[in-house]
T-cell receptor, first 116, second 115 residues
Framework: GAGVSQSPSNKVTEKGKDVELRCDPI?????LYWYRQSLGQGLEFLIY????????KSGLPSDRFSAERTGGSVSTLTIQRTQQEDSAVYLC??????????????FGPGTRLTVL | AQKITQTQPGMFVQEKEAVTLDCTYD???????LFWYKQPSSGEMIFLIY??????QNATEGRYSLNFQKARKSANLVISASQLGDSAMYFC????????????FGAGTILRVKS
């Protein structure tokens, strides 16, 4: 079946602009995660959605970052007033949450964000 | 404190040889999962292998095996019969709890397979 998809694959924006990044998880996966991969910070967790529960936002670096998940499927990560330090690859992952066991997170191809 | 430590920034291995990539972890949660992912230059993160904290046997998936030493808190990845296509960045990651939690990643190890 189809894997996790993300769009756009690349985004170049000017400092101060808002951007929206989209993630479409694997069908049937109830959990969705956003991570950020940057040269200086490695791979960092941003936010986690599980079904209808309140999201775990503990990884969001500032209040300029927000995310939503509509209908338990597609998610959008929004970065307002982008800064140059926001430049990174934003990775989305999803998992089935079958209960105790593997609960493997499968990653999308990422969105490379460049803030000029 | 670092939760996941990968001490080898880069490794070289001869084609067809075996290679071990090191990973140590730190957690006080008795229930956790350990994962290895491969990231080729194309950037995709590919799941390789999983080891649960309660698993009695070391995990194996084809040419990949995980040398799990719980008392030492290490979860080294062994790749047997290396292939040129194994050249990539390899990340060790941990999930604390049974399931449904974020992954914490190590800094990664770049593996280069020589012909």
């Amino acid at each position: 079946g189809a894997g996790v998809s993300q769009s756009p694959s690349n985004k170049v924006t000017e400092k101060g602009k808002d951007v929206e990044l989209r993630c479409d998880p694997i069908s049937g996966h109830t959990a969705l995660y956003w991570y950020r991969q940057s040269l200086g910070q490695g791979l960092e967790f941003l936010i986690y959605f599980q079904g209808n529960s309140a999201p775990d936002k503990s990884g969001l670096p500032s209040d300029r970052f927000s995310a939503e998940r509509t209908g338990g499927s597609v998610s959008t990560l929004t970065i307002q007033r982008t800064q140059q330090e926001d430049s990174a690859v934003y990775l989305c992952a999803s998992s089935f949450l079958a209960g105790a066991g593997t609960d493997t997170q499968y990653f999308g191809p990422g969105t490379r964000l460049t803030v000029l | 404190a670092q939760k996941i430590t990968q001490t080898q920034p880069g490794m070289f291995v001869q084609e067809k040889e075996a290679v071990t990539l090191d990973c140590t972890y730190d957690t006080s949660d008795p229930s956790y999962g350990l994962f290895w992912y491969k990231q080729p230059s194309s950037g995709e993160m590919i799941f390789l292998i999983y080891q649960g904290s309660y698993d009695q046997q070391n995990a194996t998936e084809g040419r990949y095996s995980l040398n799990f030493q719980k008392a030492r808190k290490s979860a080294n990845l062994v790749i047997s019969a290396s292939q040129l296509g194994d050249s990539a960045m390899y990340f060790c990651a941990m999930r604390e709890g049974e399931y449904g939690n974020k992954l914490v990643f190590g800094a990664g190890t770049i593996l280069r397979v020589k012909s």
